[in-house]
């Protein structure tokens, strides 16, 4: 009798166990829903136009004063990945929106009413909180109130900062192209089940990748 109940006891902790994974499996390992990969892709269409917006409308080498944490790129995230133990993709995705909030609101800052790419901009920047509803949205509200590791709370912390409080040594100056830039890449790494291509398979986290794409579009010279 003792040994039937030792067995139906570890039966139910199995079981425990076993529902546990289960109850946790659609927010660590669920797919990116189909809303989120719309309003991405939609975000994508406008970045398209990055070039034509952000570097023909401004001065050559023109730059602006961001957080050194906002001059996000691909190597930020591999580096991540590698050094922060058992980091989960849902943080990235959350630090990704974070960062680029803030950039988007600088770059719209230093234009005046009447700039050229003030509208596009503006427009950009409606579709970025449109898809960062739709995350939010995506994920149920505990999700966001998890302890995040504490490199990923630095940087976090970092990015909130009172920019009268930020030391001078924390700003850097950044083209607000390389900005947009960085933007679509790390989104396309972070968010790549939106982006996957039927014919290829690609590695939107290689900056290698991005690379050709830069090759294919120069144009011969004559």
Known sequence: MFKSMVQLSTSAYLLGGLLGLFLLSPVMMAPTPASMCTALKTLNGSLSNRRRYMKHNFPIKYTIRVHYEE???????????????????????????????????????VMPERHPSRQYTTELERRFRDAEGV???????EVFQQELPESIQDTWDHLTEEPSRVPESSWRSASPKSLL???????????????ASTETKRDYCSVSHWKKGKKKNVRPQS
């Open 71 to 109: 001059v996000f790129k691909l190597s930020n995230i591999n580096r991540m990945r590698l050094h922060v133990e058992g980091l989960d993709e849902l943080v990235l995705q959350r630090l990704w929106f974070q960062v680029n909030r803030g950039v988007l609101k600088k770059i719209i800052r």
């Open 135 to 141: 995350f939010v949205q995506s994920h149920p509200a």
């Open 181 to 195: 830039d960085n933007l679509c890449h790390t989104m396309h790494c972070l968010f790549s089940e939106c982006f």
